[in-house]
C-alpha cells in the first residue's frame, strides 16, 4: 500500500545551523505534500506545503523542495532557533482526501 | 469556531469503561477526519466524514471503537469498554472541501489515559 518513509526519526542541531528532513512517498498520484509541526502536547500545525507542480517553496527561514521523479520532498530550516524543537510530520496526499503521514521526526536545537 | 475544537483535553478512566470524545470543526468545514498517535509514534487514521456521504472506517482498530457526525458538524469518537492500549492523543482533523490539496487543520487533541 501507500506509505511514506521519513528521516531520520531524531535530529539534533546547534543553534544556528540548518536542519534537513527527508521523506520518500510510493504513491505517483500523489500531488500535495505538507509539513506540520507539533510541539509537546498540542496538535500539529501546517508549516508549510507544497503542490506537484512546483520544485521549491520557501516562506522565511523555512523551504521546502520536491523531486517528483525521485519521489522525494525535503523541509529545510536554516539558521534555526530553541522554538524550532518540536516533532516535524511530512504528509502525501493524490486525489482522494486521504493523507499519509510520515512517522515524524524530533529535532532538538541545542543553544 | 476560529479552530478545530476538541474535549475533553484530558481523559483520564478505568479499564473496562466508555468513553466519548468531540471534535467541532472549523466553522464551514466539511470533511472531519480522527486520527490516533499513541506515545512518540506517527499519526494514525482512524475514520473520515465527508458531508453526508457514508464515513471511511476502514482505520477503526475495533468494534470497539465508532464514531459519529451529526448534521455535518459537531463529531464525536466512542470507545466502548476500554482497554489500556487505547491510551493515546485522539486528534480531529477538518478541512473546507475533500481531494487532494485541501489543508487540514488539527486540534489541540483529547489526551486519552486508561488505568
Known amino acids: 500500500g501507500e506509505n511514506v518513509e521519513q528521516h531520520p526519526s531524531t535530529l539534533s542541531v546547534q543553534e544556528g545551523d540548518s536542519a534537513v528532513i527527508k521523506c520518500t512517498y510510493s504513491?505517483?498520484?500523489?500531488?500535495?505534500f505538507p509539513w506540520y509541526k507539533q510541539e509537546l502536547g498540542k496538535g500539529p500545525q501546517l508549516i508549510i506545503d507544497?503542490?506537484?507542480?512546483?520544485g521549491e517553496k520557501k516562506d522565511q527561514r523555512i523551504a521546502v523542495t520536491l523531486n517528483k521523479t525521485a519521489k522525494h520532498f525535503s523541509l529545510h530550516i536554516t539558521e534555526t532557533q530553541p522554538e524550532d524543537s518540536a516533532v516535524y510530520f511530512c504528509a502525501a496526499s493524490g486525489g482522494t482526501y486521504k493523507y499519509i503521514f510520515g512517522t515524524g521526526t524530533r529535532l532538538k536545537v541545542l543553544a | 469556531g476560529a479552530g478545530v475544537s476538541q474535549s475533553p483535553s484530558n481523559k483520564v478512566t478505568e479499564k473496562g469503561k466508555d468513553v466519548e470524545l468531540r471534535c467541532d470543526p472549523i466553522s464551514g468545514h466539511t470533511a472531519l477526519y480522527w486520527y490516533r498517535q499513541s506515545l512518540g509514534q506517527g499519526l494514525e487514521f482512524l475514520i473520515y466524514?465527508?458531508?453526508?456521504?457514508?464515513?471511511?472506517k476502514s482505520g477503526l482498530p475495533s468494534d470497539r471503537f465508532s464514531a459519529e457526525r451529526t448534521g455535518g458538524s459537531v463529531s464525536t469518537l466512542t470507545i466502548q469498554r476500554t482497554q489500556q492500549e487505547d491510551s493515546a492523543v485522539y486528534l480531529c482533523?477538518?478541512?473546507?472541501?475533500?481531494?487532494?490539496?485541501?489543508?487540514?487543520?488539527f486540534g489541540e487533541g483529547s489526551w486519552l489515559t486508561v488505568v
Open positions: 504513491d505517483s498520484a500523489s500531488n500535495y
Open positions: 482533523a477538518s478541512s473546507s472541501t475533500t481531494g487532494a490539496g485541501n489543508t487540514i487543520y
Open positions: 507544497i503542490r506537484s507542480n512546483v
Open positions: 466524514f465527508q458531508g453526508n456521504s457514508a464515513p471511511d
